[in-house]
């Protein structure tokens, strides 16, 4: 866990003096800084239509707050008794009636014409995402596939191609979200919800669960990027092998020790006896850029930590911590690090 | 202030029957709005969930829209009358008589069916710019 | 069916009064002796007897205080919450444990601070405004208070022992119906407790609003406070409900395993979301209206002329009354419903705009007609409009879906509606305290403290949560308990958390003002703000009668136009001066003109409301640890209390007729059917009751909707001979209810008797029979058999309470309660068996029907 800390502290560090600092102007430098998960950092089709939309709908706002607080203090504290009912008749309609009608149809016909970009259909790639406690079972069927490539905590997405989500729920209410590329959708048990992405920008982004789903709520999250379509291929391809076959040593001493203490039953490693349905894939998971679902990084250290400690970097989580010794732990991780 | 005269014990029958036109009129606006919306969702939510024919539900919401739109505007002219503006030239009718009542429920559901009109306008948009169940 | 006549004496004499009759002197040896009766009549109980009071100033004030105790603890909890979140990756408390604290905080502050709390108010204030005596259901209002207190300390309770409910205050199942421990039931069965206490206040409130005005006080000129009482007890009616339909449903999930939500199923969890923002999204102009309505009357006083646009703020309150209920979807946004049905929600989000800015406009409007001299009410009512401009901004930009799409479920979502609630309820009641603290304990508060919590609470609020927008926007979801520290959240956070402290600064100042003993107050002017509404008619120092004799109104503001009422009112010139009978009396007027037709008399103190609260609340909570026994055992007592508080003390025949209320008129003493009080509050009370069985009814057809095999092939459906047994015997009860009715008022009161012998026998015929033609289908294994089986259970239970109620009124004509005289509880009776019996067809026909029309 110390590890861990250390690594976030050097973040914390480059982006933040260690003293918080509470002026909104340090907050503004603050904006150029780890945001992977802002709505503002856009770099999807959907994202960049919903944040023209907000900037302008901004403007409009802090207008009609200024003019409404400043006729407010207008009238009760500089001009009492300037008026009569007439003008009062008068901004009653127009303040209360025609104004609020001109400003409000104009923006119900722009968002409502924006409503169906989000469900227009994607261009091929079918990306199935369900939603576990706490993290995603994710699978890629691109156009023509009979059998899907399987991951885990991680969407990765070709750049200029709208691809669509299936989303669904294991037992519980998820919402699945992207800040950077566009809105959210909820995954339900049982009820199947899609909705498609068209990535701008290639980059690494953040991902989320939005929809309260239980104690370790905070820790479901995601690492979400968009590739060029060539690179996205290679990448796909790469992900549909098998894993590795222990490199080293001591990836075979970890390889053992997954065996031993019963990872498979829960856990699929393909190409291996791990055919475990219950939590993600570790196939790769050595090339993946989270671990734990956007708990920690795919780093020797985190990885032991991880697999030692699991309740407490994730609360009730359903992996459960493993009392191994230390030579095993980093064996372990060795093994994991290695499924690239 | 009216006439003296002894309550009727019956005094609540009566005044509604007085004034159930008034009342009718006050939450028709508002009330044509509801119905408008909720035929809207609910044949749509209907349509979309099993499948039938969204362009002929959309039309056929339109026309109802249309309807809903006549309906409203009928309350408010009625009610517009009731107030009586234009031959009282009395705007708020803030006085415990009978016919400052009666003028209130007037203006009271004339300004109502303006909100309505508004509220059925806005309904209808997404009838106009979403094309189907997407 | 024509009724016949009863046998009550009309009114007799004059009404209006003459000027000549208002100025003749009362003579002063009279006068004294009304006051001493009258003051002993209203005397509130003395010594250890005191929280047996019933009285609206008695009551409304506890309700007050225990509200704002309430919030004191959720706001609590939000600190808690704040330093949890001030720093990245903190473990100042657990996952489960800031679970429980939000899932707390929300609900705390919506069903046991703001609802309550407009109840509350609206209990203190309203017979005040109306010159009313007292509510004309005290002992109601101390049910509902007593209940609200016990299921209240049992919610909040919870909290202490780490067993509070941790799925937030929507509920959502499947997370909240797969919870282990009692979390979900404690919040179930708690508050369907306090939902129902909250209905039986909207009832009392609305036939206080409707029938006990004073005479002349039109519905054009009644206090705008009064109109908003109206709307939002009708929204409280029609949004409740939906919301106890739910927790019904819900309640027979976890308790009975029967699959409502489940999808596994058929279930659909989509249901509870639907019934709980059909409940959720009027429930925040529910909160919003009354709040709204003290600024209606703090703005006038402060701009010293009558409100600008008095109908259309009756418009916008009846407008956002109805338009609120077309909003709930937009909670919806993000799950996946077809565009255009989020289109229709957008839209209707976005008119329900127009109603509420011409509530402010005419508010800027009266200030601007006006000559406002500032007061510190009137700071914070523009502390209220900052902020909730700002509120409402949000909220349009909210409406509009696809923008909701990227910030639901976000701080940015936390902002805008603490922002809401905050300019839209918190601030504006503090307005009205400030304002209404001379009426109500007779003593002014602090400008300097005022000032103080002022601006403390309006910095820190905007410091807290104006930065949470941007929190929102950055990504940050609501309801996580912690995040990692390279998202760029970590300063606005600590931000917020400072904010939130000064904020609980703020409050410390303002409770601190509120308690503190202000017993060497010189005493205050009657009208320290020279306000023009009638609660500031009240004696100084107090008197527990309210007011010294009910005046004639002919005005909106009767203390600027009206300049020889206060007089008059004191001298006992006006109506009900005395008390002869030392019992205590309130008028009832009409609905639209408030024309006197009755003289009510109003109850007492008394320590059952305590005992039938305390018996209702064992009926709530024992279910919670499955303890069935006790919760029946219970159950029963406490309807026992009921009907030994209503025999007792309702519709007794009285010793005359009708008697002089002064100013030469003679009114009844009793009424029966639509004239009556009591009648009005069944009616009110039944429409709620129908809204529940509708949104049980709406759940079956949802799941018609929504699932492609609903009723599944082959499923077993109820036994239609029997379902046609129980329509026939349903209808049969109901001409026999109807018909001991008529009977009864026609003096024949053997068939009557007969007829109530029949009834309850038919009904339970009607019960058995609906019971019997679903008893073969296991309502565990699918949802089919699960709703035709909570459908019968529903009219089961109503059957029951239905069947007492024949029952009562058998006793009462066999011991001499009900005559053909005196009848109010038959007329009550069958016009609750209107209602039973339409959804007992109405069930008979979806169980017997569906099969074949699906």
Known sequence: MNVMMRDRNDIRRSCFSRVPALTLLSLLVLAGCGREQSALNVAGRDAAAISLLFWVMLVGAVLLWLMVNGAFLYVSRFAPGRFDERHGRRLLIGGGIVLPTVVLTALLVWGLSLLPDSRTPGDGLVVRVTGEQWWWRVEYWPEGATEPVVSANEIRLPVGERTEFRLLADKVIHSFWIPALGGKMDMFPGRETTFTLLPDKPGTYRGQCAEFCGASHAWMAFVAVAMEPEEFDAWLQAQAEDAAPPADDAARRGQAVFRDEGCGACHTVRGTDAVGQVGPDLTHIGSRLSLGAGRARVTLDDLATWVAHTDALKPEVRMPSYDLGEDELRDLAHYLKGLR | MTEERTPDRREDQKEFAEEEASLLKITLGPLIWAAHFVVCYGLVAVTCAKGWDIGAVRIGLGGLSALALAGVLWVGWAAWRQWGVTTTGDRVNRLGSAEDRHHFLGHAAFLLSIISLIGVVFVSLPLVLIGGCQ | ?854
């Open chain 3, 1 to 854: 069916m024509k009724t016949p006549p009863s046998g009550i004496p009309k009114p007799e004499g004059t009404y209006p009064p003459t000027e000549a009759m208002l100025a003749e002197p009362v003579p002063e040896d009279l006068a004294k002796a009304q006051t001493a009766r009258l003051r002993k009549a209203w005397a509130a109980p003395p010594g250890w007897r005191y929280p047996s009071a019933v009285n609206n100033t008695e009551v409304g004030k506890w309700y007050c205080m225990t509200a704002l105790s309430f919030m004191l603890m959720a706001g609590v909890m939000a600190l808690i919450m704040r330093l949890q979140l001030a720093v990245p990756e903190n473990d100042l408390v657990s996952a489960d444990r800031f679970n429980q604290l939000f899932t707390m905080h929300g609900s705390a502050m919506m069903f046991l601070f703001a609802v309550p709390l407009f109840e509350a108010i609206s209990i203190l204030l309203l017979p005040g405004m109306l010159g009313a005596r007292d509510m004309p259901f005290p002992r109601l209002s101390a049910y509902g208070y007593w209940s609200f207190l016990i299921g209240g300390i049992f919610v909040i309770g919870s909290t202490f022992f780490d067993a509070a409910p941790r799925a937030g205050w929507f509920m959502y199942p499947p997370l909240a119906t797969e919870d282990e421990g009692p979390g979900s039931d404690i919040w179930l069965l708690g508050l369907s407790f306090i939902e129902i206490a909250s209905i039986a206040a909207a009832v009392e409130l609305i036939v206080g609003a409707l029938k006990c005005r004073p005479p002349g006080m039109r519905v054009n000129i009644m206090p705008l406070y009064a109109w908003y009482v109206m709307v939002v007890g009708g929204m409280i009616l029609f949004a409740f409900p939906p919301l106890i339909a739910g927790d019904f449903l819900f309640e027979l999930e976890r308790s009975f395993d029967w699959p409502f939500f489940d999808p596994t199923r058929g279930g659909d969890p989509m249901l509870w979301q639907h019934l709980f923002w059909i409940f959720g999204h009027p429930e925040v102009y529910i909160i919003f209206l009354p709040s709204i309505a003290i600024a209606a009357m703090v703005i006038p006083t402060v701009a010293r002329r009558p409100i600008f646009g008095y109908s259309w703020i009756v418009l916008s309150a009846v407008g956002t009354g109805f338009l609120s209920f077309g909003l709930w979807v937009h909670h919806m946004f993000t799950t996946g419903l077809p565009s255009i049905s989020l289109g229709f929600f957008s839209a209707a989000s976005e008119a329900v705009v127009i109603p509420t800015g011409i509530q402010i406009f005419a508010f800027l409007a009266t200030l601007m007609a006006g000559r406002v001299k500032m007061t510190l009410p009137m700071l914070w009512i523009s502390g209220a409009l900052a902020i909730f401009t700002m509120g409402g901004l949000t909220g349009v930009m909210l409406a509009l879906a696809p923008f909701d799409f990227q910030v639901h479920d976000t701080y940015f979502i936390v902002a805008h509606l603490h922002y809401t609630l905050f300019g839209g309820m918190v601030f504006p009641v503090i307005a009205g305290v400030y304002y209404f603290f001379p009426f109500i304990q007779k003593k002014l508060l602090s400008e300097r403290l005022g000032k103080w919590a002022f601006w403390l609470i309006f910095s820190g609020f905007n410091l807290t949560f104006l930065p949470m927008h941007l929190t929102g926007l950055w990504g940050m979801p609501r309801r996580v308990y912690t995040y990692p520290t390279d998202l760029g959240w970590d300063g606005l956070n600590m931000i917020s958390t400072i904010g939130a402290f000064i904020i609980a600064a703020g409050f410390a100042i303002f409770v601190w003002d509120l308690i503190r003993p202000k017993g060497h107050q010189p005493q205050i002017p009657r009208n320290p703000w020279d306000a023009g509404t009638l609660e500031w008619t009240h004696d100084v120092p107090e008197e527990t009668w309210g007011v010294r004799s009910i005046p004639h109104v002919t005005t909106r503001y009767p203390l600027w136009d009206q300049p020889q009422m206060q007089a008059r009112m004191d001298a006992g010139r006006y109506y009900l001066p005395d008390a002869e009978e030392g019992k205590r009396e309130t008028l009832v007027t009409s609905v639209i003109d408030a024309e006197p037709i009755q003289v009510q008399r109003v109850t007492g103190p008394t320590w059952i409301t305590h005992l039938a609260a305390l018996f209702t609340g064992g009926a709530f909570i024992f279910p919670t640890f499955h303890l069935y026994p006790p919760a029946i055992v219970s159950g029963a007592l406490a309807i026992c209390c009921i009907i030994w508080w209503l025999w007792t003390s309702t519709a007794r025949p009285p010793e005359a007729d009708s008697k002089d209320v002064g100013l030469g008129l003679r009114l009844p003493t009793y009424a029966a059917g639509p004239s009556s009080v009591g009648w009005w509050a069944m009616w009110i009370t039944m429409l709620g009751d129908a809204t529940a069985f509708s949104s049980v009814v709406f759940g079956f057809f949802f799941y018609w909707t929504a699932s492609p095999d609903f009723p599944p092939d082959g499923a077993a459906h109820a036994a239609a001979g029997w379902v046609g047994l129980a329509a026939v015997a349903f209808a049969l009860n109901w001409m026999m209810t109807v018909g001991a009715r008529q009977l009864n008022r026609a003096g024949s009161v053997g068939a009557a008797r007969l007829c109530l012998v029949l009834a309850p026998a038919t009904a339970a015929l009607g019960a058995a029979s609906l019971i019997v033609s679903v008893w073969g289908l296991a309502p565990e294994s699918h949802v089919y058999p699960a709703i035709l089986w909570a459908l019968t259970v529903w009219i089961a239970a109503h059957t029951g309470a239905g069947v007492i109620m024949q029952l009562y009124c058998l006793a009462g004509s066999l011991f001499g309660k009900m005559t053909p005289r005196y009848d109010a509880d038959i007329w009550n009776v069958s016009l609750f068996w209107h209602f039973v019996t339409i959804s007992a067809l109405v069930t008979c026909a979806v169980m017997g029907l569906a099969p074949e029309a699906l």
